[in-house]
């Protein structure tokens, strides 16, 4: 089976956010993505997803000049040959020819990596998550909650919560890092007031601690009873200061979301720093490097809890042991994507991820979401 076409689209919020939402020292867009779909000669499409929070303009040039010739011709079956080939770019010559950019060239090798996995799901009539091994067919999820918003108080808080709450979520991924530790441990204590003590809270600092905050910090939250503490510091030093701060305090950390490539993400459990890892398959490796890291992390005891897009990385949390739990966006006004691009996605409630039968990632893309969504740029 050979890949015979290739199309791409831009996907993004049209117009501007009056209220957008932070977290610690940035803001997220509600969608600033890339949509892949590979043809074959024998019928079969496959789809990917890369995901940036940087301008999206990069992926859009190394589309738009020149990719698809190291696509198309190629076996459509055979997913880490052709990773290996596109992420191999990152130190060739081509690249700079090109002007391609190391992110750009890493994300593109995700979406086109996760649009194989679908065609080789597809062909052989199964989820992905049982070819992966299927180990369960639902896995638990939470919602990612909290952000910082211009004029957002302590009740807008309140009333996010009570919200979220009665959509049935059973974890909460809260936003920490972007005001003072003494406002934020206030607005975790909303938050607890709100969900209780029974339901799981996570608490995401992105990046934005020095060693001696985390240190502060982790012992001021000990009695919210986080179930994780996520990327606590800064980008410079994180993977030795994590450790650091794992040796005082008892609240687990986790991180890998920020990470270029797997071996950054391998260096992670090498530090023996983290108790969960949370690399993203959209943003670098796709599922031939998920799987790869989600067996190391099995291995030394450490649970994948990936960043970002439920209905990709459930396949990967569904079909190991170290599979711990997926990222959801149930809030439109955060994320419309998730609630509006594929028809009839996985169900999600009561805290948990339902997992289809459909073969490859058993998602299919609306039309009119992508009209609303989509500038197709190939």
């Known amino acids: ?17 009056p209220r957008p939402h932070w977290v610690s020292n940035f803001i997220v867009p509600k969608a600033n993505e890339v949509l892949i779909e590979l043809e074959t000669d024998q019928g079969i499409k496959g789809i990917g997803i890369a995901t940036s929070y940087t301008p999206i303009e990069a992926c859009k040039k190394m589309l738009t000049s020149g990719f698809e010739e190291l696509v198309l011709g190629a076996d459509a079956l055979a997913p880490e040959q052709v990773y ?16 391609w950019s190391r992110e750009a060239i890493v994300r593109i090798s995700a979406a086109t990596d996760l649009a194989m996995w679908d065609i080789m799901g597809k062909a052989a009539g199964l989820p992905l998550f049982r070819l992966f091994g299927g180990h369960r067919t639902e896995v638990p999820a939470y919602v990612t909650c909290a952000y910082y918003r211009d004029g957002k108080d302590l009740g807008e808080l309140r009333e996010e919560m009570e919200m979220l709450k009665s959509q049935g979520h059973l974890g909460f991924k809260a936003k920490v890092g972007g005001v003072s530790l003494g406002e934020d441990i206030k607005r975790m204590e909303v938050i607890r007031d709100v969900i209780g003590y029974e339901k799981d809270l996570m608490i995401d600092v992105n990046r934005a601690w020095s060693l001696d905050t985390a240190i502060e910090g982790a012992a001021a939250l000990v009695d919210i009873k986080p179930r994780w503490l996520e990327e606590p510091l800064r980008w410079n030093d994180d993977r030795r200061q994590l450790k650091l701060l794992a040796q005082r305090t008892n609240i687990p950390l986790s991180a890998g979301e920020s990470e270029l ?74 994320d419309p994507l998730q609630a509006e691009l594929f028809k009839d996605p996985p169900r999600i409630a009561d805290g948990k991820l339902y997992l289809k039968e459909d073969p490859g990632l058993g998602l299919e893309v609306r039309e009119d979401s992508l009209e609303r969504y989509g500038t197709r740029i190939l």
Do not use: Y
């Not at 990152?90 to 090109?98: F, I």
């Not at 398959?281 to 450490?302: P, S």
């Open 1 to 17: 089976m050979k890949i015979t076409g290739i199309k791409a689209w831009i996907l993004n919020v049209p117009g501007e956010d």
């Open 84 to 99: 290996q080939k596109i992420f191999a770019l990152t130190w060739q010559r081509l690249a700079h020819e090109k002007g």
């Open 261 to 334: 490539t797997s071996a950054g993400c391998r260096s992670l459990l090498e530090e023996q720093a983290i108790r969960i890892l949370q690399f993203d398959c959209t943003m670098m490796g796709g599922f031939t490097e998920g799987r790869k890291l989600t067996a190391l992390a099995e291995l030394n005891d450490v649970q994948v809890a990936p960043h970002h897009d439920c209905f990709v990385h459930a396949h990967i949390v569904a079909s190991s042991p170290a599979g711990c739990i997926v990222e959801s966006f149930t809030d439109p006004e955060r």
